[in-house]
């Protein structure tokens, strides 16, 4: 059974992706959070593949925010090991605030232009 809030960050999630698209040149860092974890995705829309990735899976125990922030940092550092220096952010119909504003801050430090 999905709830309300669930609904309304899927609705919000197909209006952001009707604008934002990865190509080979400036690919989508695609951000997902659950209650625990939280995930990061270099992805080329054109081949549906994806170029680099992230999560905090394994991380040692930490604040959320703190969290956030080394994933955008491994993020980060995994796609320039692949490359990419320019993306297009992609917030996955969550709010810009917390942790996805964290990681993205933490991607723009560790090099990655949006």
Do not use: C, W
């Amino acid at each position: 059974m999905t709830t309300k809030k669930v609904e309304r960050r899927i609705k919000i999630k197909y209006r952001i992706r009707k604008r934002v698209n990865g190509t080979a040149e400036r690919p989508r860092l695609s951000v997902f959070r659950s209650n625990k974890q939280i995930y990061a995705q270099v992805i080329n829309d054109l081949t549906g593949s994806t170029l680099a990735s992230a999560s905090s899976l394994g991380l040692e125990k930490m604040p959320k925010i703190q969290q956030a922030a080394k994933v955008g940092e491994m993020v980060a550092a995994n796609a320039q090991a692949a490359g990419i220096t320019t993306v297009v952010f992609d917030r996955n119909g969550y709010l810009y605030h917390g942790r996805v504003k964290e990681l993205a801050d933490a991607a723009r430090k560790g090099g990655l232009k949006f």
